[in-house]
């Protein structure tokens, strides 16, 4: 805006925009990610500038955002012990901090903290802000790299933080999270799961069939075993035709 003083003062919002992937910078107009961990796809965000005279004018323009799935391993999480929406509103200051020290492109992957409540959001004091780092060549920092220069400028970084949130601030390096378990990762579980549960079931038809052969072992003999007391307790017992053994045969052999 051309004018000046309050006329020329501009102040940047998001129109219409109810979700909490991006916000804007009310001052510069710069926007950026608040948290689009897992989503892809193109994002369009009307942005309104606003002045600051009696008559406030304002112009409004479409702003598209594609979100790629990435799978960079040159991702690094630094922690700070803030509160997250404090983390959130000052964002693009912390963004220009990390740029100014690090002497590369700074880009904010994502802003998280360990608690899910949105209650928590107020009252737990670490936040994490993911950075992936770009050289002048728009070249993607290795991730070691970019860990052994916020080492070196960590003194340097937490100063200047300090003067941002007013308050002694300090930025500890955390290895990234782990990507979504891969299919292959998937498959091997899934197929290991199937292959226990074969074995096991398996086990059981075994132990089942040996079971059930020793019980029909075991009636068998005691039922060789009450056939044999009977013969001898009963003398008049039928023979394998059925028909009464005689005394006389049994005293024949007794002669």
């Given at each position: 805006?051309?004018?000046?003083?309050?006329?020329?003062?501009?102040?940047y919002?998001?129109?219409?925009y109810?979700?909490?992937?991006?916000?804007i910078n009310?001052?510069?107009?710069?926007?950026?990610?608040?948290s689009?961990?897992?989503?892809?796809?193109t994002?369009?965000?009307?942005?309104?500038?606003t002045?600051q005279g009696?008559?406030?004018?304002?112009?409004?323009?479409t702003?598209?955002?594609?979100?790629?799935?990435?799978?960079?391993?040159?991702i690094v999480?630094?922690?700070?012990?803030?509160?997250?929406?404090?983390?959130?509103?000052?964002?693009?200051?912390?963004?220009?901090?990390?740029?100014?020290?690090?002497?590369?492109?700074?880009?904010?992957?994502?802003?998280?903290?360990?608690?899910?409540?949105r209650k928590?959001r107020?009252s737990t004091?670490?936040?994490?802000?993911?950075?992936?780092?770009?050289?002048e060549?728009?070249?993607?920092?290795?991730?070691?790299?970019?860990?052994?220069?916020?080492?070196?400028?960590?003194?340097n970084?937490?100063?200047?933080?300090?003067?941002?949130?007013?308050?002694?601030?300090?930025?500890?390096?955390?290895e990234?999270?782990?990507d979504?378990?891969t299919?292959?990762?998937?498959?091997?579980i899934?197929?290991?799961?199937l292959?226990?549960?074969?074995?096991?079931?398996?086990?059981?038809?075994?132990?089942?069939?040996?079971?059930r052969?020793?019980?029909y072992?075991?009636q068998?003999?005691?039922?060789?075993?009450a056939?044999?007391?009977?013969g001898?307790?009963?003398?008049?017992?039928?023979?394998?035709?059925?028909?009464p053994?005689s005394?006389?045969?049994?005293?024949?052999?007794?002669?």
């Open positions: 805006d051309p004018d000046s003083g309050d006329n020329g003062l501009l102040l919002s998001l129109v219409n109810q979700t909490n992937e991006f916000d009310e001052n510069t107009g710069q926007i950026f990610t608040v689009v961990a897992g989503k892809t796809g994002f369009y965000l009307e942005v309104q500038a002045d009696t008559r406030r004018l304002s112009a409004r323009t702003v598209n955002v594609t979100v790629d799935s990435s799978s960079s391993n040159n999480v630094v922690v700070l012990n803030q509160k997250i929406n404090v983390v959130e509103r000052n964002i693009a200051e912390v963004k220009r901090v990390l740029e100014d020290k690090l002497a590369w492109n700074v880009y904010i992957v994502d802003v998280y903290s360990n608690e899910f409540e928590a107020s004091d670490t936040t994490c802000v993911k950075i992936i780092a770009f050289d060549a728009n070249q993607e920092v290795s991730a070691e790299d970019v860990k052994r220069k916020l080492r070196e400028k960590k003194d970084i937490e100063i200047e933080l300090e003067r941002i949130f007013s308050m002694p601030v300090t930025a500890a390096i955390e990234a999270p782990a979504s378990t299919p292959e990762l998937i498959a091997t899934v197929l290991s799961v292959l226990a549960c074969t074995l096991i079931a398996f086990l059981v038809y075994v132990i089942f069939t040996m079971k052969k020793r019980n072992e075991q068998y003999l005691v039922k060789k075993r056939e044999i007391m009977e001898i307790d009963n003398p008049c017992a039928t023979d394998t035709n059925g028909s053994k005394l006389e045969k049994l005293e024949h052999k007794n002669n």
